[in-house]
């Protein structure tokens, strides 16, 4: 039997409230911290977070902590759920207060906007080198979390024992997660199928049917893997859970925020109101922007990715970037 242990999450939005339920259903003991007082207020007093997971009782070892302050200091691991914009500001405000032996994960997405860099450089930044670090990624839906339906993830540390442990602690019999130790392949991953998502929600939005949709998650996943292994993934990662597995999720579902972008942009409406009427953080947008500049620092070739950002940034149309695509000289798949 396992031994409830105790772990932090900072953040309660669909995806850390959906991953503490995880954790209070397999034997762990976690506390989950909120920014949002309503949210906070929901959790409390219903046993479930009303505004982004609605419905889904909190296992009874969840306790809620509305001080910040207090989980950081009481909790040697941490679990940090938000999006990829803030997770700089976050580090540097848990930093002072962080137990001397802490161990930090995060189930944070996409590389910083200002700077390119992945989350784990910006921990190592923030934290220092020696500190036990973990990403938690994969094909994931918080919904589907949260209800218990079965799911595998993957679980990448900078030491392979912190990754067996975190991956045992989340694991029972309908949620298998897998180790590894390529932080830098699950991160990429992570954060360009968010702008493949929305290329793919833009084509089913316009009615290109089938092929056009396995077209691009195909080709997608060479300029995922293109640039992953530019910059130190391995191979091998993009072809599992963190990689292909996140990719084809999230194209082709419409839990998926990112393709409901692209299925919205393809019906006329703007990036502003269609992110309203999601009301929760589309994170392909700024990944977009991210994604450009890293394929242009390290000249990897990234043509759908490019596509994306240029509608979103740039002005160009729908059309402009559907010729782009299709007008591309004739060339060997490898």
């Given at each position: 039997?396992?031994?409830?242990?105790?772990?932090?999450?900072?953040?309660?939005?669909?995806?850390?409230?959906?991953?503490?339920?995880?954790?209070?259903?397999?034997?762990?003991?976690?506390?989950?911290?909120?920014?949002?007082?309503?949210?906070?207020?929901?959790?409390?007093?219903?046993?479930?977070?009303?505004?982004?997971?609605?419905?889904?009782?909190?296992?009874?070892?969840?306790?809620?902590?509305?001080?910040?302050?207090?989980?950081?200091?009481?909790?040697?691991?941490?679990?940090i759920c938000v999006p990829s914009h803030v997770f700089r500001s976050l580090l540097e405000k848990i930093q002072p207060n962080m137990q001397n032996n802490a161990r930090i994960a995060w189930a944070t997405k996409g590389f910083e906007l200002s700077t390119g860099k992945?989350?784990?450089?910006?921990?190592?930044?923030?934290?220092?080198?020696?500190?036990?670090?973990?990403?938690?990624?994969?094909?994931?839906?918080?919904?589907?979390?949260?209800?218990?339906?079965?799911?595998?993830?993957?679980?990448?540390?900078?030491?392979?024992?912190?990754a067996d442990e975190l991956a045992w602690r989340f694991s029972d019999q309908n949620f298998r997660a897998y180790t590894s130790t390529d932080m830098i392949g699950v991160e990429v991953g992570g954060a360009v199928k968010n702008v493949l998502a929305i290329a793919t929600?833009?084509?089913?939005?316009?009615?290109?049917?089938?092929?056009?949709?396995?077209?691009?998650?195909?080709?997608?996943?060479?300029?995922?893997?293109?640039?992953?292994?530019?910059?130190?993934?391995?191979?091998?990662?993009?072809?599992?859970?963190?990689?292909?597995?996140?990719?084809?999720?999230?194209?082709?579902?419409?839990?998926?925020?990112?393709?409901?972008?692209?299925?919205?942009?393809?019906?006329?409406?703007?990036?502003?109101?269609?992110?309203?009427?999601?009301?929760?953080?589309?994170?392909?947008?700024?990944?977009?922007?991210?994604?450009?500049?890293?394929?242009?620092?390290?000249?990897?070739?990234?043509?759908?990715?490019?596509?994306?950002?240029?509608?979103?940034?740039?002005?160009?149309?729908?059309?402009?970037?559907?010729?782009?695509?299709?007008?591309?000289?004739?060339?060997?798949?490898?």
């Amino acid at each position: 039997m396992k031994t409830a242990t105790e772990i932090g999450v900072i953040g309660a939005g669909s995806w850390g409230t959906a991953l503490t339920i995880q954790l209070g259903r397999a034997g762990q003991k976690p506390t989950l911290w909120g920014r949002e007082p309503e949210v906070i207020a929901s959790l409390n007093n219903e046993r479930c977070n009303s505004v982004f997971l609605p419905n889904i009782p909190l296992p009874d070892s969840v306790q809620i902590n509305a001080s910040l302050d207090e989980v950081i200091r009481t909790h040697r691991d941490l679990l940090i759920c938000v999006p990829s914009h803030v997770f700089r500001s976050l580090l540097e405000k848990i930093q002072p207060n962080m137990q001397n032996n802490a161990r930090i994960a995060w189930a944070t997405k996409g590389f910083e906007l200002s700077t390119g860099k992945l989350p784990h450089e910006v921990a190592h930044e923030i934290l220092g080198l020696e500190i036990p670090l973990a990403v938690v990624s994969g094909p994931t839906f918080a919904t589907e979390v949260g209800l218990g339906l079965p799911t595998a993830m993957t679980v990448a540390a900078n030491n392979a024992d912190y990754a067996d442990e975190l991956a045992w602690r989340f694991s029972d019999q309908n949620f298998r997660a897998y180790t590894s130790t390529d932080m830098i392949g699950v991160e990429v991953g992570g954060a360009v199928k968010n702008v493949l998502a929305i290329a793919t929600g833009l084509a089913d939005g316009l009615g290109f049917g089938a092929n056009s949709r396995v077209a691009l998650i195909t080709r997608g996943l060479a300029e995922l893997t293109r640039l992953g292994v530019a910059l130190g993934g391995s191979t091998d990662t993009f072809m599992g859970l963190s990689g292909m597995g996140d990719l084809v999720l999230t194209c082709t579902d419409d839990q998926s925020r990112n393709r409901r972008m692209g299925l919205a942009l393809a019906k006329g409406k703007s990036v502003e109101e269609t992110a309203k009427e999601i009301g929760q953080v589309v994170e392909g947008v700024k990944a977009a922007a991210a994604v450009h500049t890293a394929a242009q620092k390290h000249n990897v070739e990234m043509p759908i990715c490019e596509q994306v950002y240029k509608l979103l940034y740039t002005g160009i149309t729908v059309q402009d970037a559907i010729e782009a695509l299709m007008q591309r000289e004739v060339k060997s798949e490898a």
